[in-house]
């Protein structure tokens, strides 16, 4: 068998057999029906179960961050799932109602929208769930997976400077493949590779597209 073949066979997230298949994204930040091209990558009992915190977590506080203030239809959709959510966890809850605090909103362009409430986020668990949907769309768009030694770099977009648009740029200018998920109001990205190593690419990912949406640049290494 040929090594390209038994890498299929394989979970995309560490060396288990596949038996299994994963969502990238994670299939709860979308509002059903789910997309007919939303992407799925081979996965083992262990890994693909074993983030259903995490997913929960990540969409909770993604669709609060861009859907509270109208900036994304899509993720005021998915609210109502996410307060259901939120009103039978109690610990979270606390932490939410807690951890709110009232911050001034700016467009990019400097116009002032007024004040608003900034939700606690988990740093931690946003950088997971990230760093796995990058190794997923790895598997899916090179056919292989990323090794244990592979770095994956992120940087979160702040759309309040007003210099954000720079840090994009810097990749668009690679010339990046761009890919859609549905009709792309959820999730879209962008990518690229080196010829000259294949451990190297980068990834723009883009939820929930509006004024709030969450832009994350993300690059992918070997460890020297």
Not at 16 to 27: C, F, I, Y
Not at 36 to 56: F, K, Q, R
Not at 73 to 78: D, G, K, S, T, V
Not at 107 to 133: M, Q
Request: with cysteine.
């Amino acid at each position: 068998m040929r090594s390209d073949q038994k890498d299929r066979k394989k979970c995309a997230y560490c060396d288990n057999l596949a038996t299994t298949v994963d969502h990238v994204p994670p299939s709860n930040i979308f509002t059903p029906p789910l997309p007919d091209n939303l992407i799925t990558v081979p996965a083992c009992e262990a890994c693909n179960n074993g983030w259903s915190a995490d997913d929960e977590v990540f969409r909770n506080e993604l669709s609060i961050m861009a859907g509270s203030f109208g900036g994304s239809a899509n993720a005021a959709e998915r609210l109502k799932t996410t307060m259901r959510a939120i009103r039978r966890n109690k610990r979270f809850l606390k932490d939410f109602v807690c951890g709110g605090r009232p911050v001034e909103r700016l467009l990019p362009s400097g116009i002032y929208l007024g004040w608003g409430v900034a939700v606690p986020v988990t740093p931690d668990v946003h950088e997971r769930v990230i760093r796995r949907i990058v190794r997923g769309l790895f598997r899916h768009h090179f056919y292989v997976s990323l090794g244990a030694d592979v770095e994956i770099s992120l940087t979160f977009i702040d759309k309040t400077k007003s210099t954000w648009q720079k840090s994009r740029a810097v990749f668009c200018n690679l010339q990046p493949k761009y890919v859609q998920v549905g009709d792309g109001e959820t999730f879209h990205y962008y990518y690229g590779s080196a010829s000259d190593d294949p451990t190297f690419s980068f990834w723009i990912l883009v939820f929930f597209r509006g004024a709030a949406e969450r832009i994350v640049l993300a690059c992918t290494r070997q460890c020297v």
